[in-house]
């Protein structure tokens, strides 16, 4: 199986430009009410807006990336990339690449705002399981179970064999 979620996080530079346009309009509006006379004192409330604006910015930051799949042949690929400048260049990069029967387990955590995906795997370099951990907050329903159910034989296969 392989997928990728581009339809998916389409939207997110688009959120990007609105958080980044809302987030200059309120400085601009911040400062001519400083300078207007009728009134003297900004209070917390004029910078509430910024502040929920630069946390809403970060999330988008933090879960705005693209995820590859693919476990047909012999390996297991999976990819973490930046999304925002992802047509120029590569950043945020997270990537493994592994052997089908290096798979020792891994668990999907799936809050409301956020999803993670735990890969752990055999290692010879390193005493007990390697851990890799990928964000796969923008895939839809069908391609998480769709990722699971092969991840799950994969498991199965491994357990047959050893």
Do not use: C, W
């Amino acid at each position: 199986m392989r997928f990728k979620n581009t339809s998916e996080t389409k939207l997110v530079p688009s959120i990007y430009m609105i958080i980044v346009a809302a987030f200059v309009t309120n400085i601009f509006v911040n400062l001519e009410l400083m300078a207007s006379d009728n009134e003297s004192t900004i209070t917390f409330s004029h910078f509430l807006p910024n502040i929920l604006l630069i946390i809403f910015g970060i999330y988008f930051h933090r879960i705005g990336q693209l995820f590859d799949f693919d476990s047909d042949g012999e390996t297991l690929n999976f990819k973490n990339n930046g999304l925002f400048f992802s047509k120029f260049m590569e950043y945020r990069v997270k990537r493994a690449e592994f052997p089908k029967g290096k798979l020792i387990d891994f668990k999907v955590i799936d809050l409301f705002f956020y999803a993670t995906l735990r890969i752990y795997i055999r290692s010879r370099r390193k005493k007990g399981p390697r851990k890799y951990t990928f964000n796969i907050t923008f895939l839809n329903k069908k391609k998480k179970r769709g990722m699971i159910e092969s991840l799950r034989k994969v498991l199965e296969k491994n357990k047959v064999e050893s």
